[in-house]
């Protein structure tokens, strides 16, 4: 099934045993079990999330995407306003400008990505776009191999900064403060 049909699903109306996620519209189950304290995701969506961190961290030792995938799933689960979500958006939003308009990579988005943060005061509440992105954590979790799990990642960055384009002025603003 391609990212796009699975995106169709998982947008349903939630079936039993399921959930819709509040941040990105992923069907997930509808599971007890751990979350993040403020990025405002069911304990489904954030278990699938930790199945791909586990893939990355184990089967595939890191990858270059694995930067994408913090800051993408960061991004479509924003929570709400707080100081701590304003910064956590902020940066994983100056995150993806810098990797996919910018054409850094993971490690000197990073390194730019902490002078930035060390400005953050000047990061304000983004309202979240109305739709978070055709993609989710869903489209990813189940790639087969490392080549796909990178075109995967890579996709639903692109989606999910897409979605957040009436903020792209301000996310640029925010990648060159001194």
Same mark, same amino acid.
């Not at 189940?142 to 075109?151: I, Q, V």
């Not at 995967?152 to 060159?176: F, I, P, Q």
């Given at each position: 099934?391609?990212? +796009? ?32 304290? *403020? ?9 699938? *999330? ?10 595939? +030792? *890191? ?8 800051? #993408? *799933? ?5 929570? #709400? ?7 956590? =958006?902020?940066?994983?939003? =100056?995150?993806?400008?810098? @990797? ?14 902490? %002078?930035? @943060? $060390? ?5 304000? !509440? ?21 080549? $796909?799990? $990178?075109? %995967? @990642?890579?996709? !639903?960055?692109?989606? @999910?900064?897409?979605?957040?384009? %009436? ?6 603003? !925010?990648?060159?403060?001194?």
């Amino acid at each position: 099934m391609s990212p +796009s049909q699975d995106a169709k699903e998982k947008h349903a109306m939630p079936a039993a045993g399921s959930v819709s996620c509040v941040g990105c519209g992923a069907l997930v189950p509808d599971i007890d079990g751990p979350t993040h304290r *403020y990025i405002g995701a069911p304990a489904g969506c954030w278990a699938a *999330y930790m199945d791909i961190l586990a893939k990355e961290f184990g089967e595939f +030792s *890191y990858p270059e995407c694995h930067r994408l995938s913090v800051d #993408t *799933y960061a991004v479509q689960h924003p929570g #709400t306003p707080s100081r701590q979500s304003i910064q956590s =958006v902020g940066g994983h939003l =100056v995150s993806l400008h810098l @990797v996919l308009e910018r054409g850094l990579t993971s490690k000197k988005a990073t390194r730019a990505l902490a %002078r930035v @943060v $060390e400005r953050s005061a000047a990061f304000v !509440w983004l309202d979240p776009p109305a739709s978070p992105g055709r993609l989710t954590v869903l489209d990813v979790r189940d790639a087969r191999d490392l080549a $796909e799990h $990178e075109r %995967r @990642v890579r996709l !639903w960055a692109e989606s @999910v900064w897409n979605a957040w384009s %009436r903020h792209h002025d301000t996310v640029r603003r !925010w990648a060159m403060l001194p």
